[in-house]
């Protein structure tokens, strides 16, 4: 059926975040949607912003249009949001607008129908009650007789309007040094951000923060892609002038079959957007995932040791509860026992999937171990890996067939390991057995959810021919199947989220757990910079860091036990030091930090954060505004010369705060001095820094108690 342009409604339709205005329009008698405003509310009373002009050379209109989703085919040159692959080979859909439905000013749906291969795509849309954020995600329904594969199939494409080229800020890095901001202005042409690791991986966070290159202190538009698959982000400097973001997963075996009568959904793309540069866009985020901790949000996050770095894979109960009871004397509430605890685990090479407590660590029982750790009066919490398996363990020679293999190849090792096909709802039921049996047999609170390798030779042999499989989001969906299981069936559980450091953290993993570990880098200056990028994406309430010995593996770059607390407390605070050889001195002193982080952890992960300068910057900090205000807490570091060199006389260092009421009165409580807003605002805290005094955690109260 062919419905006449004249019947469309041709929009625009409005979705309304707290702050924010999205407005999609139809242009070109219904062939596509187009972004006509997104902005602060009232932006979209005008002109669309990016109007096409209808008359274009040697491209289509298509091609040059602000458009919200289109096929190879209708956009043939300049990049196309889905590409679908008939039997015949052809690749091109041509399709018509064929209805919007949706809630005003809530949800929106646009369908489009392609008539030959009966392929209907609906355009989804949802602003999220609260913050300003808006999802955005496609469904695809084959309506036709023909076997369908979608060699493309994005969630959204965004387009921002820019003038001379979009200054993009991005997060990467490489394992130990994840979540390193990085920018660029692109001017023309493309830059690309993917992993094919089957999970985010560590190279690039699945996350983009997007400015005109030419007002960098200007409105600043996000967007994360919830996946924790592979995926990329393409970002096109369009010769118009416009940007065009183009996200979404990268199937395994690079196209999904979508049968007769099927029907498939991509992942969510949330979008945010925020007048106050990336500053206030980081704030929108941290919102954004507050409200996906849900009622979980307010679960105290407590101040927990680890032992990996003490004591690797040695675990032994006599050296555990010897860190135990020291750590519980500094006032620590939570012992997690990492890699290690299990049978045959004595290095990387084994025990994996044999996830039983090895008797001889714990001679006297596991339980009883436990009893003793619990008797400090701390939780108790546990490491896992659930994906993962060793090839000398019990667990492969009994089931082969359940990890990723390619018939007649080579398995790579990596990490000595291999990787379950955690598709497979028997491997799913197996990892949701295993965990049933050691959180409903064991007295455990706590469990950190580990992940150390990618897929290497990746098939499932015997299950069809691969071009019929989706292997990377079955595994998506069994893991995720796993930890909604872990939330509903044992919700006392606080889950942390870990893959070799920080390869696995997007809003569906952050969604199921309380907390992500970012980085195995605990080095003080190291992490500084992990944690600065990894703020502008997402939560301190979510950020689990600890204080490690000094100087550590990674950096020798020498900072305080105080630098260190500062540090690990700007987020969930840990410790993962080998205690045993800290002195009385040391161990007060830790004692004294983890009292001031429980003081003022309320604040810390439910407060507005804002980051202050650089860690490029000689002085910098993160400033939480208590929800209501009349509290604010800093945590400021100095990240120059500590090597004992005379000091000179000079001024302190001045951190500037941001956000503040000028006119009130702020007092420090350790020092009892009282600043006014503006003095904050304008002149910025003092911080007297000298070899020795290297990091501050600073509340500010207004003295009236206001
Ligand atoms: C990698 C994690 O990131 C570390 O924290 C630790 O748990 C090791 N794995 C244990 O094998």
């Not at 993009?168 to 993917?194: K, N, P």
Request: glycine share 12%; aromatic share 10%; net charge negative.
């Amino acid at each position: 059926m062919t419905i006449a342009p004249q019947e469309f409604p041709a929009g625009p339709w409005l979705l309304r975040t707290e702050h924010t205005v999205y407005a999609v329009r139809l242009a070109d008698g219904g062939r596509w949607a187009e972004l006509a405003a997104w902005g602060p509310h009232g932006a979209e009373t005008g002109p669309p912003v990016l109007p096409a002009t209808r008359r274009t050379h040697f491209i289509t209109p298509a091609d040059a249009a602000p458009a919200e989703y289109l096929p190879y085919g209708l956009r043939p040159f300049t990049g196309a949001d889905l590409t679908v692959r008939r039997p015949g080979g052809e690749r091109g859909l041509w399709w018509t607008f064929t209805g919007a439905g949706g809630d005003e000013d809530r949800t929106l749906r646009l369908e489009f129908t392609d008539e030959p291969t009966g392929l209907r795509v609906a355009l989804h849309y949802a602003a999220v009650p609260g913050t300003d954020v808006i999802l955005r995600w496609a469904e695809f329904t084959n309506l036709g007789a023909e076997e369908l594969h979608l060699e493309n199939l994005d969630s959204a494409a965004v387009n921002v309007p820019v003038r001379a080229g979009a200054r993009l800020t991005y997060l990467a890095g490489q394992w130990a040094q994840e979540f390193q901001r990085h920018q660029l202005d692109l001017v023309r042409g493309r830059f690309e951000m993917a992993s094919t690791q089957g999970t985010p991986g560590h190279a690039y966070a699945p996350w983009l923060a997007v400015q005109d290159a030419a007002e960098t202190d200007g409105p600043a538009y996000g967007l994360a892609l919830e996946w924790s698959g592979n995926w990329h982000i393409t970002t096109d400097a369009e010769p118009g002038g416009a940007v065009r973001i183009r996200a979404g997963r990268v199937p395994h075996e690079g196209a999904v079959l979508l049968r007769p009568g099927g029907a498939l959904t991509t992942p969510r793309l949330a979008c945010a957007f925020s007048p106050g540069g990336l500053d206030g866009l980081s704030r929108v985020w941290h919102r954004y995932e507050r409200q996906l901790a849900g009622d979980r949000l307010h679960r105290t996050r407590k101040v927990l040791y680890n032992s990996w770095e003490a004591t690797g894979f040695d675990v032994q109960a006599g050296a555990q509860l010897e860190l135990a009871r020291i750590a519980a004397g500094m006032g620590v509430e939570l012992f997690v026992v990492d890699d290690g605890w299990f049978t045959g685990r004595l290095d990387e090479k084994g025990g994996l999937g044999d996830w039983q407590p090895d008797p001889a660590a714990f001679p006297a029982g596991f339980d009883d171990f436990i009893a003793q750790v619990r008797a400090t009066g701390m939780d108790f919490g546990l490491w896992v890996e659930p994906e993962a398996v060793s090839p000398a363990s019990r667990l492969y020679a009994e089931h082969p067939d359940w990890v990723y293999r390619t018939e007649g190849r080579t398995a790579t090792l990596v990490r000595e390991q291999l990787l379950l096909d955690l598709g497979r709802p028997d491997v799913q039921d197996f990892v949701i057995g295993t965990l049933d049996t050691l959180l409903g047999g064991h007295d455990i609170s706590y469990l950190k959810w580990d992940m150390n390798r990618p897929p290497t030779e990746r098939g499932r042999p015997g299950a069809g021919p691969a071009g019929e499989q989706d292997l990377d989001a079955a595994h998506v969906a069994g893991y995720l199947r796993v930890l909604d299981h872990l939330r509903a069936r044992h919700p006392q559980v606080t889950v942390e989220g870990c893959a070799g450091g920080g390869a696995r953290i997007e809003h569906a993993t952050l969604a199921r757990t309380d907390v992500v570990w970012p980085s195995d880098n605990t080095a003080p200056l190291d992490r500084l910079a992990i944690q600065y990028g990894y703020l502008h994406a997402h939560a301190p309430h979510t950020m689990s860091s600890w204080v490690t010995d000094a100087p550590g593996v990674f950096d020798p770059r020498p900072r305080s036990l105080a630098f260190r607390f500062v540090l690990a407390a700007a987020g969930v605070l840990g410790i993962g030091a080998d205690l045993r050889h800290w002195s009385a001195g040391q161990r007060a002193e830790a004692a004294a930090w983890v009292a001031r982080y429980k003081h003022l952890r309320e604040v810390i992960h439910h407060g507005q954060a804002r980051l202050l300068g650089a860690p490029t910057d000689a002085t910098c900090g993160v400033q939480y505004d208590a929800p209501g205000g009349g509290r604010t807490v800093v945590a400021a570091w100095s990240t120059g010369r500590l090597d004992g060199a005379p000091l000179v006389p000079g001024r302190p260092a001045r951190l500037r705060l941001r956000g503040l009421d000028p006119a009130a009165r702020y007092r420090d409580t350790a020092t009892g001095t009282e600043y006014s807003g503006a003095h904050l605002l304008h002149y910025g805290l003092p911080l007297a820094w000298t070899a020795t005094y290297d990091a501050d955690l600073i509340e500010l109260l207004d003295p009236t108690g206001r």
